[in-house]
């Protein structure tokens, strides 16, 4: 049963996505989706002229439409891109998109269906340290908290890269949204991921530090969507303590 945050966290999709279709801000019907805003490439650009982004050789990016002009910068500037695969339904769960090894132009791999059929993909463990990832959202607030879908995919992936030491409290984050995504307050729970960075189409906003999860918190997962995630299945959940084992809790 949803707990009250989760409940909150629905309410509050439901709003931004009724918000940007009333308002006709993006270019789909927004609801069930990252919404893909007009302004995504005007965002886009005010990202690419951070600091942030000009050290950045490594770059981490959500397979979501709204994105796709970050990831065509990147590309096209000649950074290296790992792009999730959608759902993280492939054992390796990241394509890998390397301007030095994609067709010319490389920025076409940009779009998720052209680097879903020419990418290759990698796991975790052949990464390189990232340097900065960007994520899409459904909602975000000047703190830095961000809510998408609900699947908890973007969450997920910073988990496995955290585990793995590719990415840190030094690794940048940041989100592109239109400005009816900037909300007051966004709920949140401990597997959430803050951002560093909030671009709308006119606006930079800097968030202050936030604790970010370590690893994979398995007890906020579900055995369905464990099971459902192959990078999830090749590693070994920890054991439950013993101790603290309680009746009607599944062990691994």
Known sequence: MPNDIEVHKAALRQRVWSALDAAGAVREPARDSIPDFHGSHEAAELLAHLPAWRTASVVKAVPDTAQEPVRAIALREGRLVYMAVPRLALPHPFFVLDPAELPSPAEAAANRRTAAAIAPTTDVGDMRPVDLIVLGSVAADRSGARIGKGAGYSDLEY??????????????????????????????????????????????????????????????????????????????????????????????
Do not use: F, M, N
Not at 213 to 234: M, Y
């Open 159 to 252: 988990a496995l890269l955290a585990e793995a030491g590719l990415v840190g409290p030094g690794t940048v984050i940041a989100t592109t949204v239109h400005q009816l995504q900037l909300v007051d307050s966004v709920p949140t729970t401990e597997h959430d991921v803050y951002v560093d960075l909030v671009v709308t189409p006119t606006e930079i906003i800097t968030c202050p530090p936030r604790p970010r999860p370590a690893g994979i918190l398995w007890d906020h997962l579900t055995e369905a969507k464990i099971a459902s995630i192959p990078a999830l299945v090749d590693r070994q959940r920890p054991p439950v303590p013993e101790a603290s084992r309680r009746p009607g809790r599944e062990s691994s």
